[in-house]
């Protein structure tokens, strides 16, 4: 048997399998906050800064999730749109989409905040999203780590 030089391997492209795995996790974890009142008692009482810096939280938890967590993946050789990588865009649009579905598939706007200016209630419902993302954000990075090998 001759010996082969072995070549260096090359990441493992990003899939629609990815996406479909962040996308179990994501609506696995965002269910239960979207249908909680307490969420949107809270999004109705947070300030613009409160919803920034929830954003954040959820970019922070996506990235170190996705890149500082998980060892074996280098952001730097990811596929990438417009200098971000494409798997934390899905992670993102997954995080958020996930929990903006839900809470229209459940007409939760409607049953917690009740006949309201729809300005407000589209405010509110932006600042539900983004509490619910968090835990979405858990789910869908967790998910997409443990099943991409």
Do not use: C
Request: charged residues 15%.
């Amino acid at each position: 048997m001759k010996w082969k030089p072995s070549r260096p391997r090359r990441p493992r492209g990003f899939r629609l399998a990815d996406s479909a795995q962040q996308i179990v996790g994501g609506f696995l974890l965002a269910g239960p906050f979207v249908v909680t009142e307490e969420v949107w008692v809270l999004a109705a009482n947070m300030s613009l800064f409160h919803t920034l810096g929830t954003v954040g939280v959820v970019f922070a938890i996506g990235y170190a999730t996705l890149y500082g967590a998980d060892t074996t993946r280098d952001v730097d050789t990811e596929q990438e749109i417009a200098g971000v990588p494409l798997r934390f865009i899905s992670l993102m649009v997954v995080s958020f989409g996930a929990v903006a579905i839900l809470a229209l598939l459940f007409n939760a706007p409607s049953t917690f905040l009740g006949p309201a200016d729809t300005r407000e209630v589209a405010v509110v419902t932006g600042k539900a999203i983004s509490v619910g993302a968090i835990f979405s954000v858990v789910g869908a990075a967790t998910a997409d780590s443990v099943f991409s090998k």
